[in-house]
């Protein structure tokens, strides 16, 4: 779903306060491989994912990969304590294929807010959302088995089993290849996979 779309369907925006609205918004076409932001630059937007695929990670200082999130279509993806406090990112968002990403500025949140007075609990309910998520994130890291962190992967993301690399899923769950595999096969004998 386009961006555009969504807030007429989500916010009950007219299309003549989304003529408004588009001043503010950009959409950027990124190849597979681009980068939409760096570790060390200042993120300036929140993405949404129009069409394509894009990840969210960090590097350790071994030169590990730690994937933190993927943004499918019609997810929004962004280093928010880059954006708010004005720091450098510890992160890289890259995109996994070609993608069409619309770049959400800060202006355009305030022209929102004028705009809509659904805006606002909306963006607070996307907000606490992507809190509880991460919490759930947090939570199956740190107490649940590779069993459970990966059937969650699965509900969370249906369709990327078929489009990412083995390894990125296991990046994402945070366990080397081999485990993974090792638990997919276990999965797929319980016809669970």
């Known amino acids: 779903m386009y961006f555009l779309e969504y807030l007429q369907r989500n916010l009950s925006v007219s299309k003549?306060?989304?003529?408004?609205?588009?001043?503010?918004?950009t959409e950027k076409k990124y190849e597979k491989g681009s980068y939409l932001l760096r570790e060390g630059e200042v993120c300036e937007y929140i993405f949404y994912v129009n069409h394509g695929l894009v990840k969210m990670y960090a590097i350790d200082e071994f030169g590990k990969e730690h994937i933190i999130q993927f943004a499918p279509e019609a997810w929004f993806i962004s280093d928010r304590a880059s954006?708010?406090?004005?720091?450098?990112?510890?992160?890289?968002?890259?995109?996994?294929?070609?993608?069409?990403?619309?770049?959400i500025s800060e202006q355009?949140?305030?022209?929102?807010?004028?705009?809509?007075?659904?805006?606002r609990?909306?963006?607070?309910?996307?907000?606490?959302?992507?809190?509880?998520?991460?919490?759930?994130r947090i939570h199956l890291l740190l107490c649940a088995s590779l069993e459970q962190?990966?059937?969650?992967?699965?509900?969370?993301?249906?369709?990327?089993?078929?489009?990412?690399?083995?390894?990125m899923?296991?990046?994402?769950?945070?366990?080397?290849?081999?485990?993974?595999?090792?638990?997919?096969?276990?999965?797929?004998?319980?016809?669970?996979?």
């Open 108 to 119: 355009f949140i305030a022209k929102a807010l004028e705009i809509s007075a659904e805006y």
């Open 16 to 25: 003549e306060d989304v003529e408004r609205l588009k001043p503010y918004l």
């Open 149 to 167: 962190r990966y059937l969650s992967f699965m509900e969370l993301y249906p369709e990327l089993t078929l489009k990412v690399p083995q390894w």
């Open 169 to 193: 899923i296991a990046s994402y769950l945070g366990v080397a290849p081999e485990s993974l595999s090792r638990i997919r096969k276990e999965l797929k004998n319980k016809g669970q996979s």
């Open 121 to 136: 609990s909306h963006n607070e309910h996307l907000l606490q959302n992507h809190i509880l998520q991460l919490q759930n």
């Open 83 to 103: 954006i708010y406090k004005k720091e450098k990112s510890k992160y890289f968002i890259e995109a996994l294929e070609d993608s069409s990403i619309m770049l």
